[in-house]
């Protein structure tokens, strides 16, 4: 069981239970292609460009174009949170903890669905008609930065979208995963006009969410640079990123007759994600304390 749980006894001065500080929600979804599968591996189908053929005669044979089709593999992990409440405790309680800890474990679930995604980004992609060929980040990037300067400025924004334009991926649906002091580092930005300085400040107050053609999204949980605390920032296209849902988030709250009874919350999911085109995710670094 949870052996802190004896901190919230009657003695406690609210009846209620308090969660900690923490992401309560998943940051990333809907912002990344997702499809409900079963098994525990999937294929994300890949259709490649093709060109158009120029008739120039008369009566001409229909030309064949070959669209080129590849794949990308994901291996699906499963997810488990479990805790206990010993019905001892649940007497000296003003309340029943069960649906508190529900929703706790629904947020580690959420969290996780994020840590899925993120740890795709830059991670190796497994394609091939049976996943059997590595392809790294570095191969098929849409680029990759570290700018020189410890803060990040209003050029390193513009640099990131001058590479989706130049790259002809679709205005809609890109996104920008940053660390929250990127957006505190832009708002020290002397260079930036004031009225780029005001929709910063509404993306810090959460009043809009675009700016720059790109979805902005914060969050505490991207990677930090092996061996290094600098942080890598993610600008992507939703389609270039995917999550495959095996199960659903699932939830159970029984008795366990092997813990005398004591009342279990559990709470489980299957899912993984892999990067579907990698010439929609643009990776930035940022310096340690920026």
């Not at 309560?24 to 999937?42: F, M, P, Q």
């Not at 991670?123 to 410890?150: I, M, N, Y």
């Amino acid at each position: 069981m949870s052996f802190q749980i004896t901190e919230a006894f009657v003695q406690q001065y609210k009846g209620n239970v308090i969660s900690l500080y923490q992401q309560k929600g998943s940051v990333l979804k809907g912002l990344v292609r997702e499809e409900t599968i079963t098994g525990k591996a999937h294929f994300f189908e890949r259709l490649g460009a093709t060109a158009a053929v120029k008739r120039t005669t008369r009566h001409a044979d229909t030309p064949q174009v070959d669209s080129p089709h590849s794949r990308r593999m994901v291996t699906l992990s499963d997810w488990e949170w479990a805790d206990l409440v010993d019905q001892q405790d649940k007497i000296r309680l003003l309340i029943s903890p069960e649906s508190e800890y529900a929703v706790n474990g629904s947020y580690a679930m959420k969290r996780a669905y994020d840590d899925e995604v993120i740890a795709a980004f830059d991670a190796d992609a497994k394609a091939g008609d049976a996943g059997q060929t590595t392809v790294t980040f570095a191969t098929e990037k849409l680029g990759d930065v570290d700018p020189s300067a410890a803060d990040v400025a209003l050029v390193d924004i513009l640099t990131a979208k001058a590479a989706f334009d130049n790259a002809d991926i679709p205005a809609e649906g890109r996104v920008a995963l940053v660390v929250p002091d990127v957006i505190t580092q832009l708002l020290q930005v002397t260079q930036v006009s004031s009225s780029d300085y005001n929709t910063i400040k509404a993306l810090v107050k959460g009043e809009i969410d675009q700016w720059l053609g790109f979805t902005w999204r914060t969050s505490t949980r991207l990677p930090t640079v092996s061996g290094d605390t600098d942080r890598y920032n993610f600008f992507y296209h939703r389609d270039s990123m995917a999550i495959a849902v095996g199960k659903d988030m699932m939830t159970r709250i029984t008795e366990r007759s092997d813990k005398s009874y004591a009342v279990q919350v559990y709470l489980c999911q299957t899912l993984g994600a892999t990067r579907v085109q990698g010439n929609g995710v643009y990776r930035m670094r940022t310096h340690a304390g920026s």
